[in-house]
């Protein structure tokens, strides 16, 4: 069923929603200072592209610095990315069929607010533990 998700998310909202995050992250590799974000924007980008099947779980070695860090990013293009699931999100839940991809669009929108912290992981290895 995942993958049945994941083919459909792919064709509606995945690949233009990916295509934002790299646009992002190649934003953020210009700059040599931005790198991090560059990264974290790629990471979530992927995560973005085939989301069903993996989690996003908080690092529990984040501190302070992610926090200040997370903070530049909403302000560079977190808000940005955040907008495009939310109307990617709502436009989804409008047909019966698109109502699951648009609840993991909405599930998507804090970590494209605050993505550093963060790490993506295989569902199963979530449930394993």
Do not use: Q
Not at 44 to 67: N, Q
Request: proline letters at 5%.
């Amino acid at each position: 069923m995942k993958t049945i998700l994941n083919i459909i998310w792919l064709v509606l909202s995945g690949f233009w929603l990916f295509l934002s995050y790299m646009v992002a992250a190649l934003v953020m590799f210009i700059f040599i200072i931005t790198i991090p974000w560059g990264i974290a924007a790629a990471r979530i980008g992927v995560y973005a592209l085939w989301p069903f099947g993996r989690e996003v779980v908080s690092k529990p070695t984040a501190g302070l610095g992610s926090l200040l860090g997370n903070i530049i990013w909403v302000v560079l293009a977190g808000w940005i990315l955040a907008l495009e699931h939310i109307i990617s999100g709502v436009l989804l839940c409008m047909t019966i069929i698109g109502i699951p991809l648009g609840i993991a669009n909405f599930k998507l929108v804090p970590v494209s607010l605050m993505p550093l912290g963060k790490e993506i992981v295989d569902g199963r290895d979530l449930r394993a533990r």
